[in-house]
T-cell receptor, first 117, second 114 residues
Framework: AQKVTQAQTEISVVEKEDVTLDCVYETRDTTYYLFWYKQPPSGELVFLIRRNSFDEQNEISGRYSWNFQKSTSSFNFTITASQVVDSAVYFCALSETGGSTLGRLYFGRGTQLTVWP | KAGVTQTPRYLIKTRGQQVTLSCSPISGHRSVSWYQQTPGQGLQFLFEYFSETQRNKGNFPGRFSGRQFSNSRSEMNVSTLELGDSALYLC?????????????FGSGTRLTVV
């Protein structure tokens, strides 16, 4: 079963629009971590944000904000006032703390975001 | 602080050959994990090493192997290459292999098998 689901395969917006990327996860662990990574065409996965399962406080960091809701197992990511440089593939990922899954990230299939000028 | 270094960046190999990829983690990080990324399968976990011990392994055939050295540098090896092994191989460096601190990725090695 897919542990991390990103239902949006592709999203296109025009510059300055706000865009929200959806992520739904599945885990039986009580302690886990959620991540968002950005992958530009160069290929490197760039870390954006991390959240642990005990902290549901939603935050804003610059143009980025995230909405973590344990009740719906969702960890959505919003970019406000999008820019062309935000164009990339965005991955949501889950890290569990159970012994059998230690050291691995479960990734969603990614959402290709294209921001048009 | 230097990031995660993967070498080489690009590789072209012939079917049936073997290949070794290298990953140098961030100084002080003891966990290195490897991922294969393909358009069809997405990002898939290969294995993770912590202090020279493989702690976790993904669902890949035995042709895929790895090791970690005492300085935490890691190598992965693919023997008897197949066309389907063409992919971007990414390694991630972590302090302890948990999400507490997070994972930093290298730029990847793009392997093409012809």
């Amino acid at each position: 079963a897919q542990k991390v689901t990103q239902a949006q395969t592709e999203i296109s917006v025009v510059e300055k629009e706000d865009v929200t990327l959806d992520c739904v996860y599945e885990t039986r662990d009580t302690t886990y971590y959620l991540f968002w990574y950005k992958q530009p065409p160069s290929g490197e996965l760039v870390f954006l944000i991390r959240r642990n399962s005990f902290d549901e406080q939603n935050e804003i960091s610059g143009r980025y904000s995230w909405n973590f809701q344990k009740s719906t197992s969702s960890f959505n990511f919003t970019i406000t006032a999008s820019q062309v440089v935000d164009s990339a593939v965005y991955f949501c990922a889950l890290s569990e703390t159970g012994g059998s899954t230690l050291g691995r990230l479960y990734f969603g299939r990614g959402t290709q975001l294209t921001v048009w000028p | 602080k230097a990031g995660v270094t993967q070498t080489p960046r690009y590789l072209i190999k012939t079917r049936g050959q073997q290949v070794t990829l290298s990953c140098s983690p961030i100084s002080g990080h003891r966990s290195v994990s490897w991922y294969q990324q393909t358009p069809g399968q997405g990002l898939q976990f290969l294995f993770e090493y912590f202090s020279e011990t493989q702690r976790n392994k993904g669902n890949f055939p035995g042709r895929f192997s790895g090791r970690q050295f005492s300085n935490s540098r890691s190598e992965m090896n693919v023997s008897t290459l197949e066309l389907g092994d063409s992919a971007l191989y990414l390694c991630a460096s972590s302090l302890g292999g948990q999400g507490v601190i997070g994972y930093t990725f290298g730029s990847g090695t793009r392997l093409t098998v012809v």
